[in-house]
Structure formats: C-alpha cells, structure tokens
C-alpha cells in the first residue's frame, strides 16, 4: 500500500468515526495520528518522523491560545449573568413572542461571535424554555433557533468558533482582517447578510404567536467586570496586528493573559473554596477534548499534505469545475454545506483549506473567495439536523431532561429553510465582492 493510499484510508476512516463518536473527538483523532506515526516509523520511514516531536510544529500554538483563552474569558461572561440580563432586558421590548424568540434568537448569533456557540446555548436555554412553558407551548422550536443562530454567528469572528480559527491560521489573518480585508468586506459581513436573511425567516415561521410576552424572571447582573474584560480583549486582539503582523504569538498570548485575570476575578467572588479547589476545578472545566482535538488536526493536516492528498482533493474539484471559477466557488460552497450537515466540521475545513489555496492559483479570481465560501458552507451546514453541530446536540439534550423530544423531522423543518435563507445570502455577498 503506498503512502498517499495509507493516508487516504486513514483520513476517511477517522472521518467516518467522528460522525459517530462527537463525544470522543480527540481521542478519535490521536489513533488516527498515531497510525499515522506508526505507518511511518514501520514502512515509509519518512524522515519527518525521526524525532518525535517534530509534527508539533504542524500545530498553530497561536490558534490553541486563542481558543482556551477566550473560552476562559466567555465562561466568566457567563457566570456574571450579564448575557441573561440583556436576554431580559430585549425580551421585556419585543412586544409579541413570535418577535422575542427572533430578538433572542438574534442574541444568540451577536454572543456566538464572542462566546463559544454551546455556551451561548446553556445561557439562553432556560430563557427560552421558561418563555415556552409560560405560553403552554412547546419550547423545541425556540430552543432550536437559538441553537442554529449561535452556529451562524460564530463564524463572523476570529473568536467566534474552531473554524474561523482554523482559516485565521491558515492565512495569517488577525482579528481586524474578519471585518475588512485587503481592502473588501470580510467574511463578518457576509455572515451578517446570512443572519438578516436568516432572522427574516424565523420572524415568517414564529409570526403567528402573537401572544404579549410574559414578564421574565428578574436576573440580577453579579459584576460588569467580565465584560469590561471581554471588551478589553477584543480590542486587545484588534491592536495585536501592529505589533505581531505575522500571526505568530501575540493573539494568543493576549487571550490567554485576559483568561487568567476572567479566572483570578472569578476566584475572588467565589467563596467556599480554597484556592487550590478552585485551580483545580477550573482545569477541570477547560474543554481539553476540544482544544486536544485542534492539536491532533493541525498533525493530521500536516500529513494529508505531505502525502499528496490534498493536491489529488484539488485536482478533483477542478476536474468537477472545468475552467468555470464560478462552477468550482458552488461546490465548494455546497458540498461543504452537505457535507457539515452530518458530520463535524472542523476536520473537513482543516483538509479542505489547502486545497481552496491550490485551487485559488489554478482557477483565477482572489486568494480568499473559495476558502470564504468553504467557511460559510461548512459552518452553516451543521444548522440542518440535530446532528450537525455540538450546540444542536447540547440543545436537543437540553430539551430531552425538559421532557421534550425532537424529532430529525421538526429540526430540520426549522434548519433547512433557515439554512439556505442565510447561504443563499451570504455565499451571494462573498462571490460579488470576492470573485
């Protein structure tokens, strides 16, 4: 068996597997890296293997800190109640519950493009649940399009979700370059296109509870301070560019220095335990499957690669295309949105961002439209089924302890039409700025 056939199998093997096992990504991932390490050291003896730390170099340790940092910084966000406050605070505004559930579907999307997409459904699930019950109706359809607008909204940000971190590696974009790039709108807008599109269709689908809304639990913020550091984060990030222009280190370093102050703030407003219970439990609470996930990614990409694949994944696409940059901009685009509708996306944009670069020399128009359309169509895709994304799945489960099933069928009776709305949308933006 050649390399590239080994790698291939491997590849798809793993893929087939994280469909199955969502919960067990990294360990998933680490096997596939490991018969990778062992095929080499055995039969290839590629000498890029010799050391055994060598496909850590693979890794963008810039996009992990990123990533465990702003987490850390979201996770103190929430505990401060201030993303419930403002829930609240629209809700009491709407007027009618058709227009609450599109107001907190909206907020949603605007906490997902800074707080990770299933913690911005943990927030807001209790809300939208105590709103259903309220009403004597059932609180699936309000929950799931607080879910399907947190994945939209996660793509428009660096910070927003892994994906958007994956493409920032990839091309050394900072944080500024997802609002405006090489002098065009960037991928922010095109998100923002998708979610009015988006938002306009769930307004059509909910517009017939014209019940008033019922007032809400009164929730009392515990501190602003998480959110001045939230905010500080951010422009921290915005600034970072001048004095890091190549991506390197700094964004990391920033997230990682705002995620330690969010924790020791947190600690001094947490009391009852010493400070040791307190490190100990907030290692604890890192997603360390994620962020051990995302290491393994970067070494599987590495290897993809270097074994010739993702040429032979380029020359594919463009033999499907022909010369039309148009025809390669759609199945990209589309492909990714089916693809992402079942199985994870991280993987699939991870393999598939070398190939849009190849395939951007090969067909014409700029660098970055194919890979922008990867991105919109992967991250939107997983709003089609329950399966799609970890914040659907969360969601669903979330309903199930309520004592409410979901079906595949009422899921994607509210992702699809919601999905196509925002792709629709937002690929159109991408291909008239970018092509």
Same mark, same amino acid.
């Given at each position: 068996?050649?390399?590239?056939?080994?790698?291939? *199998?491997?590849?798809?093997?793993?893929y087939?597997?994280?469909?199955?096992?969502?919960?067990?990504?990294?360990?998933?991932?680490?096997?596939?890296?490991?018969?990778?390490?062992?095929?080499?050291?055995?039969v290839?003896?590629?000498?890029?293997?010799?050391?055994?730390?060598? #496909?850590?170099?693979?890794?963008?340790?810039?996009?992990?800190?990123?990533?465990?940092?702003?987490?850390?910084?979201?996770?103190?966000?929430?505990?401060s109640? =201030?993303?419930?406050?403002?829930?609240?605070?629209?809700?009491?505004?709407?007027g009618?519950?058709?227009?609450? $559930?599109?107001?907190?579907?909206?907020?949603?999307?605007?906490?997902?493009?800074f707080?990770?997409?299933?913690?911005?459904?943990?927030?807001?699930?209790?809300?939208?649940?105590?709103?259903?019950?309220?009403l @004597? $109706?059932?609180?699936?359809?309000?929950?799931?399009? $607080?879910?399907?607008?947190?994945?939209?909204?996660?793509?428009?940000?660096?910070?927003?979700?892994? #994906?958007?971190?994956?493409?920032?590696?990839?091309?050394?974009?900072?944080?500024?370059?997802?609002?405006?790039?090489?002098?065009?709108?960037g991928?922010?807008?095109?998100?923002?296109?998708?979610?009015?599109?988006?938002?306009?269709?769930?307004?059509?689908?909910?517009?017939?509870?014209?019940?008033? +809304?019922?007032?809400?639990?009164?929730v009392?913020?515990?501190?602003?301070?998480?959110?001045?550091?939230?905010?500080?984060m951010? *422009?921290?990030?915005?600034?970072?560019?001048v004095? @890091?222009?190549?991506?390197?280190?700094?964004?990391g370093?920033?997230?990682?220095?705002f995620?330690?102050?969010?924790?020791?703030?947190?600690?001094?407003?947490?009391?009852?335990?010493?400070?040791?219970?307190?490190?100990?439990?907030?290692?604890?609470?890192?997603?360390?499957?994620?962020?051990?996930?995302?290491?393994?990614?970067?070494?599987?990409?590495?290897?993809?690669?270097?074994?010739?694949? =993702?040429?032979?994944?380029?020359?594919?696409?463009?033999?499907?295309?022909?010369?039309?940059?148009?025809?390669?901009?759609?199945?990209?685009?589309?492909?990714?949105l089916?693809?992402?509708?079942? $199985?994870?996306? *991280?993987?699939?944009?991870?393999?598939?961002?070398?190939?849009?670069?190849?395939?951007?020399?090969?067909?014409?128009?700029? &660098?970055?439209?194919?890979?922008?359309?990867?991105? +919109?169509?992967?991250?939107?895709?997983?709003?089609?089924?329950?399966?799609?994304?970890?914040?659907?799945?969360?969601? &669903?489960?979330?309903?199930?302890?309520?004592?409410?099933? *979901?079906?595949?069928?009422?899921?994607?009776?509210?992702?699809?039409?919601?999905?196509?709305?925002?792709?629709?949308?937002?690929?159109?933006?991408?291909?008239?700025?970018?092509?």
């Open positions: 068996m050649t390399t590239i056939v080994f790698v291939a *199998v491997i590849f798809v093997a793993t087939v597997a994280l469909s199955f096992r969502k919960d067990k990504r990294a360990p998933v991932v680490w096997v596939g890296v490991a018969l990778f390490a062992a095929y080499n050291f055995l290839a003896r590629d000498p890029y293997w010799a050391h055994a730390l060598q #496909p850590l170099r693979d890794v963008n340790w810039n996009v992990i800190g990123i990533f465990v940092g702003s987490l850390l910084v979201a996770e103190t966000f929430t505990f109640l =201030v993303p419930a406050r403002l829930a609240e605070a629209l809700i009491k505004r709407a009618t519950v058709g227009k609450a $559930v599109v107001v907190v579907a909206a907020l949603s999307g605007f906490l997902s493009a707080v990770e997409n299933v913690a911005t459904v943990l927030i807001l699930a209790p809300i939208a649940v105590e709103m259903a019950r309220r @004597d $109706v059932s609180p699936a359809p309000f929950l799931i399009s $607080v879910a399907i607008s947190s994945n939209l909204q996660g793509t428009a940000t660096l910070i927003g979700d892994p #994906p958007s971190m994956l493409l920032a590696a990839h091309y050394g974009l900072s944080f500024n370059d997802f609002f405006w790039l090489d002098g065009r709108p991928i922010f807008f095109a998100v923002e296109v998708g979610a009015v599109a988006s938002l306009a269709v769930l307004y059509f689908m909910f517009r017939k509870y014209r019940q008033p +809304v019922c007032e809400p639990r009164r009392e913020v515990k501190s602003w301070t998480p959110t001045w550091l939230l905010v500080g951010i *422009v921290a990030l915005a600034v970072s560019p004095f @890091d222009p190549g991506f390197r280190f700094l964004a370093a920033v997230c990682l220095a995620g330690a102050a969010a924790k020791l703030w947190e600690r001094r407003h947490t009391y009852g335990r010493t400070a040791y219970d307190y490190a100990q439990e907030t290692v604890r609470r890192i997603d360390w499957d994620t962020t051990l996930f995302l290491v393994g990614i970067f070494i599987f990409v590495g290897v993809l690669e270097r074994a010739g694949l =993702v040429e032979r994944i380029a020359d594919a696409v463009q033999v499907a295309a022909g010369s039309s940059l148009f025809a390669g901009y759609n199945i990209i685009l589309w492909f990714s089916l693809v992402s509708a079942f $199985v994870d996306n *991280v993987p699939y944009v991870s393999a598939m961002l070398p190939v849009t670069a190849l395939l951007a020399g090969r067909m014409g128009g700029s &660098v970055y439209l194919l890979p922008l359309g990867l991105l +919109v169509g992967s991250c939107l895709g997983g709003n089609i089924t329950p399966i799609g994304a970890a914040a659907n799945i969360v969601a &669903v489960g979330y309903l199930a302890r309520e004592g409410v099933k *979901v079906g595949f069928g009422e899921f994607v009776k509210i992702g699809l039409p919601f999905t196509l709305a925002a792709t629709l949308a937002g690929g159109a933006f991408i291909w008239l700025v970018w092509s």
